[in-house]
């Protein structure tokens, strides 16, 4: 008989740490370029090495990043969170297609960029009758880590998500020189420092620079202070 999976979670320390247990797997995913810059597909790195339970880092300052060292306490992290705590559809604007429908939660963006090749996402679902259109559209959405933007099929009221194994990412981003988020896929639950469970969802990216304005989640600060995983 199979052995049944180890309960998943994630857990944001006050001012310290995310605490890992059940065994999540863990490895670089990569945002690769096409010709011009944009982003058009995900490389996924080897398996990075850890105990059942680990602790990465939040504060960007740790000597042995991913993982944390301790460094949080020397600098006087302040991991406040600030997100908000609604539901994602109660944060998020609404673009009707004829096929298929683009709901949008801007302040959850993680600046990964695949919604702007071919004309931009915003514009795709207009032309979501179009079966070419339509399969760049639904592709590009579901490349977008943070979950900041999700498609939905009209006909049925669904969501369109591609399955994800459940799993972190370290997000790098060579076109910007900088590292990105963690990036949890699969439905990793997300369990605030006072104990609140975030809403689960396939994809959401954590701030790992430890400057965000929306913390845990990324906000894209991590560009703009070209942060670094090295």
């Given amino acids: 008989m199979a052995q049944a999976r180890k309960p998943v979670q994630v857990t944001v320390s006050i ?27 995900w490389k996924e790195g ?5 105990p059942a339970s680990y602790a990465l880092c939040r504060c960007g300052m740790s000597q042995s990043k991913p993982f944390c060292d301790g460094s949080h306490k020397k600098v006087g992290f302040d991991g ?23 709901t949008d939660a801007q302040n959850l963006c993680a600046f990964a960029r695949f919604c702007d090749p071919n004309g931009q996402v915003w514009s795709q679902v207009s032309a979501s009758e179009d079966p070419q259109v339509r399969a760049t559209f639904l592709r590009q959405v579901n ?4 979950g900041r933007l999700v498609a939905w099929d009209r006909s049925t009221g669904e969501p369109v998500e591609y399955p994800l194994p459940v799993s972190i990412g370290l997000v790098e981003d060579p076109v910007e020189a900088c590292s990105g988020p963690l990036w949890l ?16 969802r396939n994809r959401v990216t954590l701030c790992r ?12 600060t991590h560009a703009a202070v070209h942060f670094r995983d090295d």
């Fill in 80 to 102: 406040t969170e600030t997100a908000s705590r609604q539901a994602y559809l109660d944060q998020a604007q609404t673009l009707e297609g004829p096929t298929h429908a683009l």
């Fill in 15 to 41: 001012n310290g740490p995310y605490l890992v247990v059940g065994d999540i797997p863990l490895a670089t995913q990569t945002v690769v370029a096409d010709d011009d810059g944009g982003s058009e597909d």
């Fill in 143 to 146: 490349q977008c880590p943070s």
């Fill in 46 to 50: 080897p398996p990075i090495d850890h």
């Fill in 185 to 200: 896929r699969g439905g990793i639950p997300v369990v605030s420092s006072d104990g609140f469970v975030y809403e689960v």
């Fill in 209 to 220: 620079c430890g400057q965000s304005k929306n913390k845990p989640f990324c906000d894209g």
